[in-house]
Nanobody
């Protein structure tokens, strides 16, 4: 059974930093596209960042460019999201997801293309 487990969320003041981790088990994710999404109350689940299997290609939503960095360590079967200069509007539940398909077009932005999801971790940024 494939499991993605997020960790690293919490409460932080505006301007602070957090590092989210997504550890995979039951499947080797080295070929998978990994994505981080977030969902605020009453809102849709939106893409934050994505990374190709090799790590050579990345995507960031405009709202996080220059502040967040997605990375992966395939030897540890883990993906990361480093979040700096956090803002109150970054408050949401953050989910990691794995897409078994290739890094193709802009498929990585859609929740529908991801095959496996974590349970989510809460990030709260106070002003």
């Amino acid at each position: 059974q494939v499991q993605l487990v997020e960790s690293g969320g919490g409460l932080v003041h505006a301007g602070g930093s957090l590092r989210l981790s997504c550890a995979a088990s039951g499947r080797i994710i080295s070929s998978d596209v990994m994505g981080w999404f977030r969902q605020a109350p009453g809102a849709e689940r939106d893409i934050v960042a994505a990374i190709s299997g090799s790590g050579g290609s990345t995507y960031y939503a405009d709202s996080v460019k220059g502040r967040f960095t997605i990375s992966r360590d395939n030897a540890k079967n883990t993906a990361y999201l480093q979040m700096n200069s956090l803002k109150p509007e970054d408050t949401a539940v953050y989910y990691c997801a794995a897409d078994r398909g290739p890094w193709l077009g802009r498929s990585y932005v859609s929740v529908r293309n991801y095959d496996y999801w974590g349970q989510g971790t809460q990030v709260t940024v106070s002003s």
